[in-house]
């Protein structure tokens, strides 16, 4: 791919062609008002790494013709992991709820308008997907990436977290591409269709804009990691032990803080993948936890468990579906 956008470019030429850069300079904590500057000096005055910008920049123009092999050699893995971060931030804290907030003004909640109250729901689903992927990122992967950085082996292979997160793109692609069917097919026209077919564009701006980070999360993003997790591995980098959290001092019941964790997500129904996913550990740790409970308590059961959490006031039991 021919690089469409230099470092001796002005930074406004580029917003210009395409409005996307919006987003970009956004997530790199550069400001509007740079005049005439290039790209190269709103970056060095920002504090941005210059390479890695262009490398972004050109990867979202052309994401389809991208030579990652090339682009690859052209990114600091701390400013790419910084603009991810900030990608995050953006769609939790404000992307997905602007549109939540659209989405209340356009819908009929009144008179117990059922298909209203099930398309809210469906939204709110797919923005607590996100935000749960995206936290797994924040907590997970780059932790593991920060740990390489410093010329240590993690414990588990990065081979082992590109398939839970890669599992987790395909699943938030179908929500909100099930989510737009919906709208676009089963929502009756009323007096705000003006403001639902505004929703709808934002919905379908908001998909383009996961689509293209979460391809550069599985292309550009994977291959620095791969390559630094290589470099690490052929100095002779230290592997990881288990983290310290595993290693919990228990309380005065004898359970470590985790484990209190592990019951309540078992109170609450979920199986030992969904609550590896959600406290960002193994599951062959949320197994070893359970195992040591069992052992601790000498109860087996949920229902057991569930009885347990209640009288010791790890849950509530109004929150508890009997």
């Not at 062609?17 to 005049?35: H, N, V």
């Not at 989405?103 to 008179?111: G, P, V």
């Not at 069917?181 to 383009?208: C, H, R």
């Not at 293209?212 to 994977?222: I, S």
């Amino acid at each position: 791919m021919t690089e469409k956008y230099h470092d001796t470019d002005p930074m406004s030429d580029v917003i210009s062609d395409d409005y996307r850069m919006l987003q970009i300079i956004s997530r790199f904590g550069i400001k509007l008002g740079f005049g005439d500057q290039t790209v190269g000096v709103t970056c060095r005055n920002a504090g941005v790494d210059v390479s890695t910008f262009l490398t972004i920049v050109n990867y979202v123009k052309d994401a389809a013709h991208a030579r990652i092999g090339e682009m690859v050699e052209q990114v600091d893995v701390p400013a790419l992991i910084a603009y991810l971060k900030n990608s995050h931030s953006y769609f939790v804290d404000f992307r997905l709820p602007g549109i939540r907030r659209k989405l209340l003004e356009a819908i009929d909640l009144s008179s117990g308008n059922r298909l209203a109250m099930l398309i809210l729901r469906f939204y709110d689903e797919y923005a607590q997907e996100v935000e749960r992927h995206m936290s797994f990122e924040n907590n997970h992967v780059h932790p593991y990436v920060e740990t390489l950085l410093q010329g240590r082996l993690p414990a588990e292979s990065f081979r082992s977290i590109e398939e839970q997160y890669d599992d987790q793109h395909a699943s938030m692609e179908k929500s909100i591409a099930e989510l737009k069917s919906i709208i676009v097919k089963y929502y009756p026209s009323d007096s705000n269709a003006a403001l639902m077919g505004e929703v709808l564009m934002d919905i379908f701006m908001t998909e383009e804009d996961l689509l293209t980070h979460c391809h550069m999360e599985d292309t550009l993003f994977a291959e620095c990691v791969r390559r630094l997790e290589q470099k690490v591995r052929r100095q002779g980098g230290q592997p990881v032990s288990e983290p310290a959290e595993e290693k919990s001092e228990p309380c005065n019941n004898g359970l470590s803080e985790r484990e209190k964790e592990i019951i309540v997500q078992v109170v609450k129904g979920l199986s030992n993948k969904e609550i590896a996913e959600t406290l960002f550990i193994s599951v062959n740790t949320v197994m070893t936890h359970r195992r040591n409970i069992s052992r601790k308590l000498q109860i087996r059961s949920a229902a057991g468990l569930t009885i347990y959490a209640i009288v010791n006031g790890l849950v509530n039991l109004d929150d508890v579906q009997l």
